[in-house]
């Protein structure tokens, strides 16, 4: 019979770091889930060389409290406080970025590095530590039965696809296309058919009926005029391309994704083998509210951002869609928590705003340990009205 029981190491108010879950199945298959919190690595001088190593100091921290490695980690998200808007500041950060990040994972923890990655700039306030050049946060899974392949991880009867964001970047015989012209359209369509549909076609995946989540990253920096105007266009290019096999999800604006000529970036969660996917049937700003996988006597469910302006609101709608999808709750099998903070250009504005935030956030987890958390200052998340928004990963037996 499966069990599952999750490990809520140094809670504070608003996050605890990092969240362990020890799962066993129907298959009397054992493994851990492990999420740390978002960390930084401001302890050290505000550069990017020392704020990595930081960040990498704490992050091997929190994943040795669980009994794994960096060797273990399948997914890595890292999110940079945009430098300003011009594009050649944007582009030497990511350059400075990307020459040290795998040599000093490797120097600091002695590799391999098996995870994916996707990047990108949030928004010139970066995070709720104001000195924070980056936050970075990182999913780690073992087991005697799962085996991490590049953007595969195998769990022996059902696999967990989770490859890495992917924009219009590619090649065309040696020729590299960084851009595919003003149409939007076009560009989104291309990259969930040429960057996603057809590489799994060929791998037997059935990606418009096999994904769960999915996260839009829409770059607006070269003109913040048409933010709303360019994501409600690539949420229709998803609605009409996905139907009603919509997964779980999110789109908000971004400064740029790295790839600065293109302007969309999704990253999807697919799942095949002998796994169940159920779909909420409701959709909201897009999205399926919520969808459950299903493998082996554990479910895990992926709510789509909660947009609004209380978080224990927004906490207690996420809460509902847990036990809709059939678990006890948010505190009771809430994994992770994502939050996303709209700033706009008064920054003292938005430090007083995420106190709020985090006030009413705290309150909804009063008495009870809050899941693992990541948080970051945006341009907006779900719908324009929107002020902050929530999405969350839970698990239960059953």
Known sequence: MAQVSIIRHNPIAIFSNPTEVLVKDDHNHVFRLIEPSGNVGTQYPNDIGSEWFGTIENLNKNLLVCGVTWSDVYKTDVLWTTPSSNRDDCEKMKDDFNAI???????????????????????????????????????????????????????????????????????????????LGPDLVKETEFVLVEQYEKPLADQGVDFKSNTVWMEILVGVD????????????IRKVFEDYFGDNRPAGLIYPVSRIPNMDSIVEPQPRVVTGDVKITRSGEIEDGFSTWTSIEYGGVTEVMSSAVGGDDAGHMLGTLDARIKAAGGNGLKEDGIFN?????????????????????ASFS????????????????????????????????IFAG
């Open 101 to 179: 990040y795998r040599p000093m994972i490797d120097a600091a923890t002695g590799g391999p590095l098996r995870s994916n990655r996707m990047a990108r700039f949030t928004h010139p306030e970066g995070f709720p530590d104001p000195v924070a050049l980056f936050e970075v946060q990182i999913k780690a899974v073992k087991g005697d039965h799962v085996t991490i392949d590049g953007s595969k991880i195998d769990y022996g009867y059902w696999t967990d696809h989770q490859p890495s964001g992917a924009a219009v970047l590619h090649k065309r015989g040696d020729q590299v296309i960084t851009t």
């Open 222 to 233: 070269d003109a913040p005029e048409k933010t709303w105007q360019r994501i409600d266009t």
């Open 338 to 358: 994502n939050a996303y903070v709209v700033a706009g250009d008064d920054s003292a504005a938005a430090r007083a705003w995420i106190q709020t935030f985090n």
């Open 363 to 394: 309150a909804y987890y009063e008495g009870s340990a809050p899941s693992g958390r990541t948080a970051q200052f945006i341009g907006g998340i779900q719908q324009e009205a929107y002020k902050s928004g929530i999405s969350n990963r839970a």
